[in-house]
């Protein structure tokens, strides 16, 4: 909220596109105008300005106390991949070869082996893995890292999809596949109950075919969100590994019968593509609309009223200030002199801030003050004694005004078709989640990708309805899958 | 505390070197068979394993509400620097040319300029601040960042010097001169109080004589603590940058006068050594000494006695963990029934918990407990009611007494000398710090680094005495310095 976000308004954004114009457009502007990021003198790469950072630390600070509640404590790998982990797996090193980053000169010298910078770090976890466990005993392994990772793609989009991005990588090693089977889902279910119930966005949860599946993978799993423009989000995704990596890096370990055998793994993660995602899922054409259980600011509360009642105004304002501060509401106030209040309601709109709180004379008088929800721009009139827990219901209203709006969205977004013609003609009309059936090969999905620009986001665990036959060969169906344009 | 560790000692280190035998060999085993760290095979780099990375948490945590206490806010630049950003302030590029990792192939591609791996950020914070600061208004400008760097040193040892490294670095901009001084300062108090108050390190605080100085600053200050074998380590810096790198990125403001002017910068930064150095300064040769805020365990439990009250004394002792638990204070229990009570407790004196409670069949009828301190060795029954308040007190006098124990170990390896054969003497004898007279000459700290090994730490801002003649050519002298031999 300093004065820099204004000089930043104006360098970069007059006014926000609307959505209906141009969706991307939009979602360049307000991310600017919010003062989110800016582009980085790197391809590809962008800053996270402190107002779109605190959105990850709060992403993070949930996340990580879900991590360690299961188990599962952080460490800190190496960034630096050796060419020659990454050939241990094949199918690995082919999913990631065409977007790694080299590092060939360090310290004024050539290096022998050149280094990746790391776009996911399963080879590294093996190598250590395979030193670290001998025996069940040292098993389960279940390790979770924050760190930056590198892409090098052809497209990029802020947040979405940047060169550097940051996220959380997991990597455990088990016993049985039982067991690892049983963590992958359980990472999942972590992932789908924080993006439904902390950024109050609506996924769909299910497994990846085998063409759309992490380059190492056994099984990948994925929760899936939709944006505003219909297109589909992968907001996390979590994988059983089998024993891939165990085989390439030798993790193996005397079970309880006193023989050698090779670990299970699993790895999961999200990223900061979930602020892109919260952006897309949620804002309107007044800007963001941020979930309250991950806005840095759930309150502003602006002082209204003519100068002469001013510093009284203030005076109050403060005193309500302190009491939610002290209930740990993040609260913040806006009493500069030099902007009107209308100026104000627009900037924190834009900026999506969940609740404002306006006081004037009147409501001193009153005891009264007036709450405005971002999201329904609904006022209401509450009694300041009742402040607190007035705040506390609005924000969980709120929270759920916007799960229910997003739920909304998805839901009358979601179409049932039978052939790859429907499919392409409805996306014609409106793009969304599309619901068909798939024989099982890989020529068909190709075929819908190529013809449509659509692609499998996954195969939903809970379906209404199971589809019979292939949208592509009118073959007998295998699977009933979710597909959609995506990010 | 998992049954990984047990394994990992036995693959790696059977006992712990004596400290008076050689110290290195000591801080190796005691790092390896305590489960921080292990070797990546990556030249100097280390894996931070949980039990070490849950450390720099905690230092985080920590720092983190300190930095924002006085007003900073996160944020996350790029790790990839371009070629020409490093060139554009002299001696930038020249004090850190020698150490850098060079991109130059990505995506399938070479790359057209060669990127960098950041060893720190002043560029890329100087070319964003140029865009983002036009008047005054803009500023200060306060960002933090946590993020991982890369100095391709000759020689590494793990925490205290690693290829690849965890830290902060403080980036600020500000008006005038004086405003960024007190920064400069104000960052510098911060680092000592905390270094001083949750490590339970002393340290001295001073200013770097110009050869030390941070490549690019004006002005560098540093606080250096004393390990155990006599030899210093820089804990943290702060740098008053001046124009240096406001001019080098153009990073200009109008001012209150409607003039334009360059900002001043600051930069500020402790990393990951500080854990190395924290195991330096506590250790012994039983092992680790976890000063208590920083301690991820802080209490360990250990029911004791024969089998047939097992079950009575383990119910207890969860009752009271609970308590402790719910205290805030980070405990955990070992009840394992393989393991006897002598090899725990040398195992988490090993670890360096800093208290051991032992609860035993005698205890439950009586109602006590016995608290152990692992700094003293000192035993100390307690009633079960007050054990929260016991631990808590006996918690704060460990620190107290980690605190004097460093302090005494300084202030006895403090030596105030005159000449430089002095110095090359004292150091045969025993290595310290040494406050002597300089005069201000390249030359002669030149001389005292080559013939003696030992650098100027810095000019220490509260000395006793005013050393008045130059160690090395004995004229009058400038500065009252601290040398010694530096990791």
Same mark, same amino acid.
């Given at each position: ?26 979602? /360049? ?44 404590? %952080? ?32 310290? $004024? ?7 990746? &910078? ?7 976890? #093996? ?16 390790? !979770?890292?924050?760190? !930056? ?20 990588? $997991? ?44 380059? #190492? ?8 969100? @939709?944006?505003?423009? $219909? ?38 993660? *999200?990223?900061?593509? +979930?602020?892109?995602?919260? @952006?897309?899922?949620?804002? =309107?054409?007044? $800007? ?23 510093? /009284? ?6 005193? /309500? ?13 806006? =009493?500069?002199?030099? +902007?009107?209040? #209308? ?20 409501? +001193?008088?009153?005891?009264?003050? *007036? ?23 609005? /924000? ?7 799960? !229910? ?11 049932? &078709? %039978? ?42 665990? %809970? ?17 009933? *899958? ?6």
């Amino acid at each position: 909220m300093s004065n820099n976000n204004k000089q930043n308004d104006k360098q970069f954004v007059k006014e926000i596109t609307p959505q209906s114009e141009d969706f991307s457009r939009w979602y /360049l502007d307000v991310i600017k105008k919010a003062d989110l990021m800016d582009y980085a003198p790197v391809r590809g790469c962008i800053i996270f300005k402190p107002d779109g950072y605190e959105i990850w630390e709060l992403m993070q600070r949930e996340l990580d106390a879900r991590f360690k509640e299961t188990g599962h404590r %952080n460490a800190y790998f190496p960034m630096f991949i050796p060419e020659s982990f990454l050939q241990k797996e094949k199918d690995h090193i082919e999913g990631f070869n065409p977007e790694l980053p080299w590092v060939t000169e360090a310290g $004024g010298e050539k290096l022998e082996e050149r280094l990746a &910078i790391r776009p996911t770090s399963e080879t590294m976890f #093996g190598h250590m893995y395979a030193r670290w466990i001998q025996s069940y005993r040292d098993l389960p392994v279940l390790i !979770n890292q924050w760190a !930056n990772v590198v892409r090098w793609e052809k497209r990029t989009q802020p947040f979405l999809r940047t060169s550097e991005f940051l996220w959380q990588e $997991g990597h455990t090693a088990h016993e049985t596949e039982e067991e690892a089977r049983q963590e992958t889902m359980q990472m999942l279910e972590i992932y789908r109950n924080f993006v439904e119930n902390f950024l109050a966005i609506p996924v769909i949860t299910g497994q990846k075919t085998p063409s759309e599946k992490f380059a #190492g993978a056994v099984d990948t799993y994925s929760i899936e969100a @939709i944006m505003k423009d $219909g297109r589909a989000v992968q907001m996390g995704t979590s994988h059983y590994l089998g024993q891939n990596f165990a085989k390439a890096f030798e993790i193996q370990y005397l079970d309880r019968e006193n023989t050698q055998q090779y670990v299970h793994t699993t790895s999961w993660g *999200v990223s900061t593509r +979930m602020i892109g995602a919260m @952006i897309m899922v949620h804002g =309107d054409d007044r $800007g963001l609309q941020l979930p309250p259980k991950v806005a840095p600011t759930q309150v502003v509360m602006i002082p209204i009223g003519p100068a002469k009642s001013r510093d /009284l105004v203030i005076a109050r304002t403060d005193e /309500l200030f302190k009491k939610l501060k002290a209930a740990g509401i993040r609260t913040s106030v806006d =009493d500069r002199a030099e +902007m009107s209040p #209308g100026w104000k309601f627009n900037e924190y709109e834009m900026r999506g801030i969940p609740i404002r709180v306006e006081i004037g004379p009147r409501d +001193m008088e009153n005891g009264q003050a *007036v709450l405005v929800s971002r999201v329904s721009g609904e006022k209401r009139m509450i009694k300041q004694d009742e402040l607190v827990s007035e705040v506390n219901q609005l /924000l969980e209203e709120i929270h759920n005004q916007m799960y !229910n709006n997003a739920k909304a969205y998805m839901d009358s977004h979601f179409y049932s &078709i %039978n052939t790859l013609d429907e499919l392409k003609q409805q996306l014609e009309l409106e793009r969304g989640f599309y619901l068909a059936g798939w024989c099982g090969s890989d020529a068909c999905e190709q075929q819908v990708k190529e013809e449509s620009g659509a692609t499998s986001r996954n195969i939903p665990f %809970n379906v209404q309805e199971h589809k019979t036959i292939c949208l592509a060969c009118n073959e007998a169906s295998k699977h009933t *899958v979710v597909f959609a344009r995506a990010y």
